[in-house]
């Protein structure tokens, strides 16, 4: 890939420069030829750097060229398959050499893949209809190359301020990784999530198959159901109660649980028609939210409700994307922000997504505040994995057109538990 895209950057220097013009790095590393290239590569890599490829994507889209962006944005659905004789051969590893000898029938051909892992469908002998999680050979040994390498692209494409300190994320970004490929982990959160909605039947979780389940593989059940944005097509009654379960069970989990599923991806979402339950899928990415961070987040909200700006600023300061050095004029803007990002916590009777315009509004602070180069705070990772969530379902509920009434949901869930009232 290094060499592909280094004879790219040679080839399109030349070209410019004999057009007489004088070529940043950086334009000659974006260009489509090497973003195409770059995209195919971590297609085949899969793993961490495919799961980093990913993440760029979705999160800065419109600080990319409009090629690598659209390239990018290819990968969350561009996951290659494994052949059948490395399913075999995983499987082999995990099960033992009679494992075919469980099932009445095993399905080779996938019915998703993903960044680290695809999913077969299978059916055990004593009648269980399984889906079957199965991890690519070898990501959780590439985790720490892949990420630094990916990061190495970032930092040459002149993408990242020069005296911005990465190393932090990086760090939290493998042991993410290294989580997320730890199966027996999920499997454990998967079934802990089970028990803490155990009063909620509104939501449907797959059981999870202990007996059958490795660091490599997870087996749970087999949930039917349809894609998330099929929704689009039922009643706005429908799309507003399906996204208000959503936003309410994310405050159960921030405030509640202090147990949060960080990963915002369309993808872990479905919905089952007949019975009308929301369907959720993968817990590789669950994190715990500490209390400090719960109760600061909690603040925070309080005092956008009530437009308190003395008081978000401290709930801000107390989460760390701002502090002490940061100058008045960096504070003002990160506030405003956090004022737009809770703009919809603001709305009496309910916020309309669909009429919303919130994302550009948002998109447009960042990237004006990204650009001042004196400004390189980082918060942290639990704080930016909490914003990532609330954003990727600000998308959903954008997707699907609804209407919900958050100040309501948060109302009730900051105002209820005693321990969030200090």
Request: charged share 25%.
């Amino acid at each position: 890939m290094a060499t592909g895209i280094a004879g790219g950057m040679m080839a399109e220097g030349a070209r410019q420069l004999a057009l007489g013009k004088r070529p940043r790095v950086s334009d000659l590393l974006l260009t489509p030829a090497n973003a195409r290239r770059l995209a195919e590569q971590l297609a085949k890599l899969r793993g961490a750097a495919m799961k980093v490829g990913q993440l760029i994507s979705m999160e800065s889209g419109d600080l990319l060229p409009p090629a690598l962006a659209e390239i990018l944005g290819r990968l969350r659905e561009d996951a290659r398959a494994m052949p059948k004789a490395q399913v075999m051969q995983v499987l082999l590893a995990n099960w033992g050499p009679e494992w075919e000898k469980q099932f009445k029938h095993f399905s080779f051909t996938p019915l998703a893949a993903a960044s680290i892992g695809q999913v077969h469908r299978a059916q055990t002998r004593d009648g269980r209809d399984l889906a079957i999680k199965i991890q690519y050979p070898g990501v959780r040994e590439s985790i720490a190359s892949d990420v630094d390498n990916v990061a190495g692209l970032l930092r040459l494409s002149g993408l990242l301020p020069k005296g911005m300190d990465i190393k932090p994320l990086l760090r939290d970004a493998k042991r993410q990784l290294r989580d997320e490929a730890d199966y027996i982990r999920e499997g454990n959160y998967l079934h802990q999530y089970g028990e803490l909605l155990a009063d909620a039947p509104q939501y449907l979780l797959p059981a999870r198959h202990a007996d059958l389940t490795t660091r490599s593989v997870l087996a749970m059940d087999f949930v039917p159901g349809a894609p998330i944005e099929t929704l689009l097509a039922a009643a706005q009654t429908e799309r507003d109660r399906v996204m208000t379960l959503l936003f309410a069970l994310l405050l159960r989990e921030v405030f509640e649980f202090r147990l949060v599923q960080t990963d915002p991806n369309f993808a872990n979402y479905r919905y089952d028609n007949q019975s009308r339950r929301l369907v959720l899928l993968d817990f590789g990415a669950t994190r715990p939210c500490k209390a400090r961070m719960s109760l600061d987040f909690a603040r925070l909200i309080r005092a956008a409700m009530a437009a308190e700006r003395a008081a978000m600023q401290a709930a801000l300061t107390a989460i760390g994307y701002i502090d002490d050095s940061t100058q008045d004029r960096h504070c003002q803007a990160v506030l405003d922000i956090a004022t737009q990002a809770l703009e919809p916590f603001c709305a009496q009777g309910g916020y309309d997504f669909g009429a919303s315009d919130l994302p550009q509004r948002i998109r447009s602070q960042a990237m004006a505040l990204g650009l001042e180069r004196e400004f390189i705070q980082i918060p942290p990772t639990d704080a930016m994995l909490l914003q990532r969530k609330f954003g990727g379902l600000y998308l959903l509920a954008i997707r699907l057109k609804a209407r919900v009434d958050l100040q309501a949901l948060a109302t009730a869930a900051l105002l209820g538990p005693e321990r969030l009232k200090g």
